[in-house]
């Protein structure tokens, strides 16, 4: 089994920046690939970013040049900075690991953008 526990999420004016990370324990294979999710209130859940255990990552078009991903393998750890901040980017955020075709989530954190 695989755990994975978000943190990072709050209030953040317009403009502003949020760091995310997601700490995943227990069965953790070499090779699987880490991803942050979010869904917005009436709306389905998006992609917003993924990372390979390699490091290779994309992002939905609307996050590309704003928000970057990253991961420490060391610490089974996945980061999303999140720049530029806008309210369009509220939404609970869910981290995913995926590994030998099976897909584990985070509970959900809570990214509000207001002013």
């Known amino acids: 089994q695989v755990q994975l526990v978000e943190s990072g999420g709050g209030l953040v004016q317009p403009g502003g920046s949020l760091r995310l990370s997601c700490a995943a324990s227990?069965?953790?294979?070499?090779?699987?690939?880490m991803a942050w999710y979010r869904q917005a209130p009436g709306k389905e859940r998006e992609l917003v970013a993924a990372?390979?255990?390699?490091?290779?990552?994309n992002y939905t078009d609307s996050v590309k040049g704003l928000f970057t991903i990253s991961r420490d393998n060391a610490k089974n750890t996945v980061y999303l900075q999140m720049n530029s901040l806008r309210p369009e980017d509220t939404a609970v955020y869910y981290c995913?690991?995926?590994?030998?075709?099976?897909?584990?989530w985070g509970q959900g954190t809570q990214v509000t953008v207001s002013s």
């Open positions: 227990g069965s953790i294979r070499r090779i699987n690939t």
């Open positions: 990372i390979s255990s390699g490091g290779s990552a």
């Open positions: 995913n690991l995926k590994q030998a075709f099976i897909s584990y």
